[in-house]
């Protein structure tokens, strides 16, 4: 595949590079990276997202490259383009805003991406689903041009694989992923540079918001499942936003036992978001998809229109009960 996009590549001469909404550190990361990549080949170029970026990776956009959507502004360049990359995706409805410029520009679209869902979206599809990152594709398409990355690629790639390895933690992370961070650092990548920039960002007030959270958890099933909340008064007295909790739910499973964690907010509505997670063969994504949500089987995401309080008392006994009948140590040995 990377042959088809290197002639494509080279036949071509502006380019549109967009990622999912609400972008990650790896969506944003590929993204710097192969832009610099394509401009050092005099390509012209410009990164255009549905959603701004979020304050911890604005480090990688001193160069004020990434723009932000806006129809006045990018659809003719949209229209106009030879070739539109899509990072980090392979479905058109997370183009959320940009989806029907994308979907009828004219110009060739290339996905390069490591997620299962797929509609279509691209004409041409570099996709390895178990690549833990887009980076590492990114990477290997710049290697694959003969290209010799920069610091700025560098450190772009790097932030993409530290994210989406969680820090190297994930089992996805394999020995490949572990050779290209080497070759990043060898190009003079700064890893508590990196580090720093994207999870020491935070701010007193939503820590106080961290507090309220923690102080709540609750172990259910013996410990084994841990669950917390936040509602609309918490994010009011704090002066905090409900994308402020970005990662607070990773801390249901850092109690000694958690095998499954779950946090409830209220959104703005009143209505109810709840965030699971799980390790082993705990599966809160068959739980999710019940009730209309989705993710993955050790991180997945349900949002109920219905009233906070009940909603969070009445799917807190089903995730209890959910978790006794299918993995409590308890009922196994009974059964
Ligand atoms: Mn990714």
Not at 19 to 39: C, M, Q, R, W, Y
Not at 198 to 209: C, D, I, S
Not at 303 to 329: G, I, R, V
């Amino acid at each position: 595949m990377f042959k088809k996009i290197e002639r494509i590549v080279k036949q071509s001469k502006t380019f549109v590079l967009t990622t999912h909404v609400n972008p990650d550190g790896d969506g944003l990361g590929s993204e710097i990276g192969l832009a610099t990549f394509l401009k050092m080949k005099n390509k012209k170029v410009r990164i255009i997202n549905t959603s701004d970026i979020p304050k911890q990776y604005q480090f990688l956009n001193s160069g004020k490259e990434i723009e932000t959507y806006n129809a006045a502004r990018h659809d003719r360049f949209i229209r106009e383009a030879d070739v539109i990359f899509v990072l980090d995706i392979s479905v058109s409805k997370r183009l959320d805003r940009m989806q029907q410029v994308v979907m009828e520009s004219p110009a060739k679209r290339i996905c390069i991406d490591h997620h299962l869902d797929n509609d279509g979206l691209g004409h041409y599809n570099c996709v390895d689903e178990k690549s833990p990152a887009t980076a590492e594709l990114i990477y290997n398409f710049i290697k694959y041009f003969k290209g010799k990355p920069n610091l700025k690629i560098a450190q772009a790639l790097y932030t993409s694989l530290i994210t989406d390895t969680g820090g190297f933690r994930f089992n996805a992370t394999r020995p490949t992923t572990h050779l290209i961070a080497a070759e990043l650092l060898k190009l003079g990548v700064k890893p508590n540079d990196i580090y720093s920039n994207v999870f020491e960002q935070g701010n007193a007030n939503v820590m106080k918001l961290l507090g309220r959270m923690l102080e709540r958890l609750k172990p259910k099933n013996d410990g084994e499942m841990n669950w917390t909340y936040l509602d609309e008064q918490d994010f009011r007295e704090t002066g905090t936003h409900r994308s402020d909790t970005e990662g607070f739910v990773d801390y249901t499973l850092k109690l000694e036992g958690s095998m499954m964690g779950v946090f409830f907010y209220e959104t703005p509505e009143g209505h109810t978001k709840i965030s699971l997670r799980s390790k082993g063969k705990v599966d809160v994504q068959k739980f999710a998809r019940q009730f209309g949500g989705g993710g993955h089987m050790h991180a997945s995401g349900i949002t109920l229109k219905t009233p906070f309080q009940s909603t969070m008392n009445d799917m807190t006994a089903k995730l209890t009960d959910y978790y006794h009948k299918n993995y409590s140590k308890k009922s196994k040995k009974v059964a």
